[in-house]
C-alpha cells in the first residue's frame, strides 16, 4: 500500500532553514501529485507547495513563495520529494505533512488527497 515518511523537522531560529523530506513508497507516482500541507495549533490545514510526477510542475503558496522550493530527486519519480525551506519565520511553525493524489491542477485541495504522512514538526522561535 502507499506509504508517506516525512523527516527533517526541527527547531530552527527564525531566518534559518530546515530541509524536510517525504519517502514515498507502494506504487509508481508517475501520474500524481505530491503535496505539502501544514497545521499550526489551533488553526485549519493549509497548502504548501506541490509538484507534479507527470511533468515536474510546481505550485506554491503565497505565503511561501520564493522562501520554500520543492523538488524531487529523480525525473519521473516521487519517490522521494523535498521542501527546502529558507528564511523562516515564527508563522511557518506548524506540523508539515505530505500527501499524494491522482495528478491535478486541484493541488492545494487537501480533502482531495487520500494518501497522507505522519507529520514532522516544524518549530521557528524568534
Known amino acids: 500500500q502507499v506509504q508517506l515518511v516525512e523527516s527533517g523537522g526541527g527547531h530552527v531560529q527564525a531566518g534559518g532553514s530546515l530541509r524536510l523530506s517525504c519517502a514515498a513508497s507502494?506504487?509508481?507516482?508517475?501520474?500524481?501529485?505530491l503535496g505539502w500541507f501544514r497545521q499550526a495549533p489551533g488553526k485549519e490545514r493549509e497548502f504548501v507547495a506541490a509538484?507534479?510526477?507527470?511533468?515536474?510542475?510546481?505550485?506554491?503558496a503565497n505565503s511561501v513563495r520564493g522562501r520554500f522550493f520543492i523538488s524531487r530527486d529523480r525525473d519521473n519519480a516521487l519517490s522521494t520529494v523535498y521542501l527546502q525551506m529558507n528564511s523562516l519565520k515564527p508563522e511557518d511553525t506548524a506540523v508539515y505533512y505530505c500527501?499524494?493524489?491522482?495528478?491535478?491542477?486541484?493541488?492545494?485541495?487537501?480533502?482531495?488527497?487520500?494518501?497522507w504522512g505522519q507529520g514532522t514538526q516544524v518549530t521557528v522561535s524568534s
Open positions: 500527501a499524494v493524489r491522482y495528478d491535478s491542477r486541484r493541488y492545494d485541495v487537501g480533502n482531495e488527497y487520500p494518501y
Open positions: 507502494g506504487r509508481s507516482f508517475s501520474q500524481f501529485v
Open positions: 509538484i507534479s510526477g507527470s511533468d515536474g510542475a510546481t505550485f506554491y
